[in-house]
């Protein structure tokens, strides 16, 4: 029912910032809770930051609070992360997710579609 597709992904040196964009489609959009997951080299994906339907509340990774911001435009149907301060342990595949459960959600059991990712790197 839901189709995500990310882009803004690529290299970025210490220090810089990075948006990604993830735009969905099949659904409306303002029904659903988004979020936003890495997965580094060798590691599992972990959750990274969500925001509930109306945009109106957000949860943020101890790791990256203070750095990343998550946004939604619900008439572009489109949900941001905001990405400064870039570290290299920041490096990973990004992916977005959507759920039609209430509240920002941090697990990854709790979300039913996803996108194909993106790939982020930082370097030294």
């Known amino acids: 029912q839901v189709q995500l597709v990310e882009s803004g992904g690529g290299l970025v040196q210490a220090g810089g910032s990075l948006r990604l964009s993830c735009a969905a489609s099949g659904r409306t959009f303002s029904t659903l809770a988004m979020g936003w997951f890495r997965q580094a080299p060798g590691k599992e994906r972990e959750f990274v930051a969500a925001?509930?339907?109306?945009?109106?509340?957000?949860s943020i990774a101890s790791s990256v609070l203070g750095r990343f911001t998550i946004s939604r435009d619900n008439a572009k149907h489109t949900v941001y992360l905001q990405m400064n301060s870039l570290k290299p342990e920041d490096t990973g595949v990004y992916y977005c997710a959507a759920t039609q459960r209430l509240g920002p959600r941090s697990g990854g059991n709790e979300y039913d579609y996803w996108g194909q990712g993106t790939q982020v790197t930082v370097s030294s």
């Open positions: 925001i509930i339907r109306s945009g109106g509340s957000t």
